[in-house]
């Protein structure tokens, strides 16, 4: 994937911890992203909030464009569904792409 820089760079999904506002309508809008060391940062803005699309495993994610100060970034929201014969629960998480 290229960085901001146009360089193509290694990266990898690493879940993140999101305050986010679940609206009237069960739309998710996130407020604020922090990181595994602590600091946190505010979305500025939201720019485009994509819908859920089918992935691997059971997986649906659903992809944001989000402004953080004057940087824009992808946020992606993951929902897998309940599936009895995996035996494992339903979860959503956020993630990002972090560079190597």
Same mark, same amino acid.
């Given at each position: 994937?290229k960085?901001?820089?146009?360089?193509?760079?290694?990266? +990898?999904?690493?879940?993140?911890?999101? *305050?986010?506002r679940?609206? @009237?309508? !069960?739309? #998710?809008? /996130?407020? $604020?992203?922090?990181? +595994?060391?602590?600091?946190?940062?505010? *979305?500025?803005?939201i720019? @485009?909030a !994509?819908? #859920?699309? /089918?992935? $691997?495993?059971?997986?649906?994610?659903?992809?944001?464009?989000?402004?953080?100060?004057?940087?824009r970034?992808?946020?992606?929201?993951?929902?897998?569904?309940n599936?009895?014969e995996?035996?494992?629960?339903?979860?959503v998480?956020?993630?990002?792409?972090?560079?190597?």
């Amino acid at each position: 994937m290229k960085d901001s820089k146009g360089r193509m760079r290694r990266v +990898r999904k690493r879940y993140v911890d999101v *305050v986010a506002r679940i609206r @009237e309508d !069960g739309s #998710f809008e /996130p407020l $604020s992203v922090a990181w +595994r060391d602590g600091r946190s940062f505010k *979305v500025t803005e939201i720019v @485009e909030a !994509g819908e #859920f699309r /089918p992935g $691997s495993d059971g997986h649906f994610t659903a992809r944001y464009r989000i402004r953080i100060g004057d940087r824009r970034t992808r946020l992606y929201l993951e929902q897998r569904l309940n599936r009895p014969e995996t035996g494992l629960p339903p979860t959503v998480r956020w993630w990002v792409h972090e560079f190597e």
